[in-house]
């Protein structure tokens, strides 16, 4: 087998119940266009679904959007359900309406990125090439 | 069922470092069945990665057992609520069921969506099913190159139904055939007249056919045309008579009758000694697979090692060479006599 260089995969997803996935599907094609793979899960996810959808899928990160106003529950939640799962070094991050005063407790929570409608895509982009690697593999 | 015996191969870096310790935890947490294990060994084979193949040897005698069955046609027809389905089905018979779904690559950016899974999210948390996205990533044929590899972890794992759904295709994309034991082809009503039925390529592959949105009113005039196709062709060798099933997958209608017809069909492998049969092809065909790649491999390996190879391509580009008989004057010295 010849030496390839691997593919970042990312989990986009809507948890929860709002209903609003354009934010979403804008990221997850903006993503694919940087030559991400991305699995996309579409709408109402449990967290429990999330974590098992990256389990199966080996992602190197999550990426939520979050319109409810439950960012404060979800991120958290899902970051520790990550963790009983030993899968800390898989990246979260996400966007939504956030009020800027939870940003900080947010990223002490272990949210790697946090970005607020009006983001350009670019730098969403940019954000990912820089912070998301393979996460490495040991037989 | 062998056991799992692996040979070391002196000097080679990836054995020796999984013969000094460490390294058992994956593939064996993996043959107990478990997820996270799974995933990680599918995520090197789909990179592709050397270490994939060490995964893959150790796995090998573990594999052949799971039923595999095939789910390809046009996009858009329903084959992930069709999967979906078949997975609730297949789970209240006791099946621990895997699923490979495999999505396009864009030929652009190289990445890739995968929305498969939207359909089948309800399973996630079964831990009983795993759903695997695989995107094409150049691959044509309806299949990623990984997709065999990933079916064999999946088979090691314990998986004893394995659906497989295709990328959407066209009239061409047969490769499902030398994958699966059972290829289903799913169609959807007013989709083209009966031209398009007789046309060759996805519509002869078909041991159960599915004419999903089988509310539609034009619907009966689909199976219809599928069934004249069936009369007027020769039957085939193997002597299976395609079912042709009407379903709705959202509805839930149908559903009962193409279990019935995948169980028929699995009966039919099974007696005919095609079960088989067909996991020696597999073989052959993963082996055939191998082969090329390394052939082509080693040979690139010393044309452009010596420089010849830009030479030869400068050549065939000024005129002075070309491409025919160029591949003529190669002799191939590959070494291919088996080891030890």
């Known amino acids: ?38 699995v996309y899960t579409g709408l109402h996810q449990s967290l429990d679904q999330i974590v098992h959808a990256a389990i199966e899928e080996d992602v ?13 529950y979800i991120f958290p939640t899902l970051i520790e359900k990550l963790k009983e799962q030993g899968l800390e070094d898989i990246v ?34 940019e954000w990912v090439k820089e912070n998301v690697k393979p996460r490495p593999v040991t037989l | 069922m062998g056991e799992g015996k692996r040979e070391t191969q002196a000097g080679d870096p990836i054995t020796s470092f999984i013969a000094e310790g460490q390294s058992m935890g994956l593939i064996d947490q993996l043959l107990k069945g478990d997820e996270k294990a799974a995933a990680r060994v599918m995520r090197l084979v789909e990179d592709g990665v050397p270490e994939a193949r060490e995964a893959l040897k150790r796995l090998y005698p573990y594999t052949g057992r799971a039923y595999i069955i095939g789910i390809t046609g046009p996009p858009g027809a329903g084959k992930s609520s069709l999967v979906d389905k078949l997975v609730e089905e297949f789970r209240k018979e006791g099946e621990s069921v895997g699923v490979v779904a495999v999505d396009p690559t864009s030929p652009f950016s190289g990445g890739a969506i995968l929305g498969d899974r939207i359909r089948m999210q309800r399973h996630s948390t079964d831990p009983n099913v795993f759903i695997k996205s695989l995107a094409t990533r150049g691959h044509l044929g309806g299949l990623s190159k990984a997709t065999d590899d990933v079916i064999q972890v999946m088979d090691a794992m314990g998986k004893g139904v394995i659906m497989v759904e295709t ?24 989709l083209g007249d009966d031209i398009q039925a007789i046309k060759a390529g996805i519509l002869e592959i078909a041991d159960i056919f599915v004419v999903n949105k089988g509310d ?28 042709i099933l009407k379903v709705s997958a959202t509805k839930g209608e149908g559903i009962k009758e ?4 995948l169980k028929k069909h ?9 079960f088989e049969s067909y996991r020696r092809d597999r073989v052959a065909h993963i082996f055939e697979n191998l082969l090329r790649d390394k052939l082509f491999h080693t040979a690139m390996t010393k044309l452009k090692g010596n420089g010849t190879y830009d030479e030869l391509i400068n050549e065939m580009f000024s005129k002075r060479e070309n491409p025919y008989s160029v ?5 191939c010295q590959c070494g291919l006599e088996a080891k030890g």
């Open chain 1, 1 to 38: 087998m010849e030496e390839k260089e691997r593919k970042i995969k990312i989990l986009i997803t809507k948890p929860g119940l709002d209903g609003h996935d354009r934010g979403a599907k804008v990221v997850a094609r903006a993503l694919r266009d940087a030559g991400f793979e991305v």
């Open chain 1, 60 to 72: 190197d990160a999550i990426g939520l959007s979050i319109l409810s106003g439950a960012h404060m």
């Open chain 1, 92 to 125: 979260v991050f996400g966007g939504g309406i956030i009020p800027t005063d939870d940003i900080p407790k947010l990223e002490k929570a272990g949210v790697r990125g946090i970005f607020l409608p009006g983001t350009p895509l670019e730098e969403i982009i």
């Open chain 2, 167 to 190: 990328v959407g295709v066209g009239q061409d994309e047969v490769d499902i055939v030398k994958t699966a034991d059972t290829t289903m082809v799913v169609t959807v009503p007013g």
């Open chain 2, 216 to 243: 539609k009113p034009e619907a009966d005039k689909t199976i219809r045309e599928l069934e004249m196709m069936l009369e007027m062709g020769a039957p085939r060798e193997d002597g299976w008579k395609p079912a």
């Open chain 2, 258 to 261: 193409l279990m019935g017809a």
């Open chain 2, 266 to 274: 699995r009966i039919f492998l099974e007696t005919s000694g095609r």
């Open chain 2, 327 to 331: 591949i003529e004057k190669l002799h």
